[in-house]
């Protein structure tokens, strides 16, 4: 079974601090890694995914198979910021639907 | 394209009663995937579909729920009868091979049993 966790349920960091949230999982297989981002009452939109190792409103993330770990960082955040976010992990090369975290409320404080 | 596109954004309704959410996937993708999200359990999987046929329906809750894709441009998920536990905000969203399989949302559809 697949499963992503996302300990934090709610992180709160001063505008100008580096973020990082945390996200593991777990697969028996080789997985693609995600990063969704929700803003107050919209719809999900896609912040990053692993293999395009590309980075998106300063935004990054590295896949550790080691640690089972993607964890997304910035490393100043800013108040536009503030959201919820979202890991998701699906199989690699598949079309199959992302099995999600519970997500982590992301709160920046002026 | 527009996106992927939801009706209705908002519904309350009576325990009972049927509910039918509408979804429009964006022109050419060929999966089309229900999610259901509530503050408990997040963001669950229900049902998807490629090429208007379903694939995986493990996660539909129980036999109240039904999703249908009768054409490659719309879907309907159906609740006979609403539960108040059905509350939630219900997300469509597709995606196609050629795109890479990147998963787009739409704006959910918030349902509220009373």
């Known amino acids: 079974a697949q499963r992503v966790t996302q300990p934090e349920k709610l992180l709160s960091v001063f505008k100008g601090a580096p973020v990082e949230l945390k996200c593991n999982y777990s697969?028996?297989?080789?997985?693609?890694l995600f990063w969704y981002v929700q803003y107050s009452r919209q719809r999900l939109q896609l912040l990053l995914r692993h293999i395009s190792r590309e980075s998106i409103k300063g935004f990054t993330a590295d896949l550790n198979k080691g640690e089972t770990s993607f964890h997304l960082k910035k490393p100043f955040a800013q108040e536009e910021d503030s959201a919820m976010y979202y890991c998701a992990l699906r199989s690699g090369g598949g079309a199959d639907g992302l099995t999600f975290g519970k997500g982590t409320h992301l709160i920046i404080q002026p | 394209d527009a996106g992927v596109i939801q009706s209705p954004r908002h519904e309350v309704t009576e325990m009972g009663q049927e509910v039918t959410l509408r979804c429009k996937p964006i022109s050419g993708h060929d999966y089309l995937f229900w999610y259901r999200q509530t503050m408990m359990r997040g963001l669950e999987l229900l049902i998807y579909f490629n090429n208007n046929v379903p694939i995986d329906d493990s996660g539909m809750p129980e036999d109240r729920f039904s999703a249908k894709m009768p054409n490659a441009s719309f879907s309907t998920l159906k609740i006979q009868p609403s539960e108040p536990r059905d509350s939630a905000v219900y997300f469509c969203?597709?995606?196609?091979?050629?795109?890479?399989?990147?998963?787009?949302f739409g704006e959910g559809s918030w349902l509220t049993v009373v």
């Open positions: 969203a597709s995606s196609s091979r050629r795109g890479g399989n990147t998963i787009y």
């Open positions: 697969y028996s297989g080789s997985p693609e």
